[in-house]
């Protein structure tokens, strides 16, 4: 079977922003963790899917040093 699904070296976290979604929030400098993946190949193509699946979040992604 072939899929067009690759998996790339490195882990990526992603986290969402606490109450981003409540405009003028005063506890927007919390991050809360949502998951690891390694199914894309920078952050911002992981944060770009993260908001495919909740738009009116604000998302933060980086590189796993685990």
């Given at each position: 079977?072939?899929?067009?699904?690759?998996?790339?070296?490195?882990k990526i976290h992603v986290w969402v922003r606490?109450?981003?979604?409540?405009?003028?929030?005063?506890?927007?400098?919390?991050?809360?963790?949502?998951?690891?993946?390694?199914?894309?190949?920078?952050?911002?193509?992981?944060?770009?899917?993260?908001?495919?699946?909740?738009?009116?979040?604000?998302?933060?992604?980086?590189?796993?040093?685990?």
């Amino acid at each position: 079977m072939r899929t067009d699904f690759k998996v790339y070296q490195r882990k990526i976290h992603v986290w969402v922003r606490q109450n981003s979604n409540i405009p003028d929030s005063e506890h927007t400098k919390g991050l809360d963790y949502l998951w690891s993946t390694n199914a894309y190949r920078t952050c911002r193509e992981a944060v770009q899917a993260a908001k495919q699946w909740r738009p009116d979040f604000s998302y933060v992604a980086n590189f796993a040093k685990d």
